[in-house]
């Protein structure tokens, strides 16, 4: 059966209000796509940036040798505390200095008067280079903020997103390629590669609009990853292409374990060294199309084997908030490869 991967662009534009003393609020229109589809990536290392910071600047070596050939994937950057600004040699003097630490000094060692220096210093680094607007690429890495006593749920990540038209033109090899070298130069607890759909802020409040692929369309990923999401040791679902790292691998048993489990022919358990290995879910990402018999076996079978080890549903105070049926409907989402 041929899969099916719709092409997403949702127009805008996308009303937003600001205000100024000389004004008040106002409501003015930013002229971007509300969401589209692209492939991300995305790993959780449970490490401080002193000790992964040469594998992350590996990666970002491997994504810039990727997009090469794309003018349009190098942009915009953001570097610790800087403002968002074009992409330039400055641009990459800040970048290259985030990526080569001079030392390694914890959160607690900061006096009172350099608290807020410590963003400048390097104690909470952070870096993102964009394409141009709704271009579908970035790269993006956020480290976490050490710790003498670090804590499990907190997890330095590294996010990477390439335009599906990307994939297309270089095929799910160069992805597979791309998101091996990405990854293979860091310690992590956990990561996946895979369809996924970049919706704008709230992206949570575009249920309405969302609604028609999220059900229809299972592979899309909407879960974004971000610092402060506390995801530690757990998984955020299953993808094309899924990382495991310790504890989740050892808990399953290892690679053999793991692949005594699964019994989906499209599923491949490759070992990347001792301590992690690759699941990947058939020979390209897939979005699935439940209204044409394609649910997605391999996910769901897979899902199932890493069920302890899900993370929690990471919404619920949108009940908090009186949207009690969107996380209803957020929840039904965040187990359909369960349920």
């Known amino acids: 059966m041929t899969s099916i991967r719709p092409r997403v662009r949702i127009p805008g534009p996308i009303p937003y209000t600001s205000w100024a003393p000389e004004t008040g609020d ?20 449970p490490r401080d940036h002193f000790d992964i910071a040469a594998g ?17 994937a190098l942009s915009q950057y953001t570097c610790c505390d800087w403002e968002p600004s074009g992409l330039d040699d400055g641009g990459w003097e800040l970048i290259r200095a985030t990526l080569n630490p001079k ?27 964009y394409g141009t607007q709704d271009s579908g690429f970035s790269f993006e890495y956020h480290a976490r903020v050490p710790s003498r006593q670090a804590s499990p749920d907190r997890a330095s990540v590294l996010r990477v997103t390439l335009p599906t038209e990307y994939l ?75 990382f495991l790292g310790e504890p989740v691998l050892g808990g399953l048993g290892g690679a053999s374990g793991l692949r005594a489990r699964l019994h989906s022919p499209s599923t491949e358990v490759q070992a990347l060294d001792s301590e992690r290995i690759l699941v990947l879910l058939g020979p390209e990402p897939e979005a699935g199309d439940t209204a044409h ?47």
Not at 27 to 32: F, G, I, L, P
Not at 59 to 66: E, G, K, M, V
Not at 225 to 230: K, L, P
């Open 26 to 45: 106002v409501t003015s229109h930013w002229n971007r796509l509300i969401a589209r589809d692209v492939v991300r990536a995305v790993f959780f290392v």
């Open 293 to 339: 018999g394609q649910p997605l076996p391999a996910y769901r079978e897979l899902a199932r084997v890493l069920e302890p080890w899900q993370e929690p549903f990471p919404w619920g105070y949108l009940g908090d908030q009186g949207k009690s049926a969107d996380e209803q409907e957020w929840r039904r989402w965040w187990r359909r490869f369960l349920d």
């Open 56 to 72: 992350v600047s590996h990666a970002l070596d491997s994504y810039l040798h990727a997009v090469s050939a794309y003018p349009a």
């Open 103 to 129: 030392e390694h000094r914890y959160a607690e060692d900061y006096t009172r008067d350099e608290v807020s220096q410590a963003l400048k210093d390097g104690a909470d680094p952070y870096f993102g280079i």
């Open 168 to 242: 297309k033109e270089r095929g799910a090899s160069a992805i597979r390629e791309l998101a091996l070298e990405l990854a293979s130069l860091l310690p992590f607890a956990s990561g996946h590669a895979g369809l996924a759909l970049d919706v704008a802020y709230p992206r949570l409040g575009r249920l309405d609009t969302l609604r028609p692929l999220l059900f229809r369309h299972p592979g899309f990923d909407v879960r974004d990853a971000g610092i402060r999401d506390e995801l530690g040791v757990k998984v955020d679902g299953v993808h094309w292409m899924n």
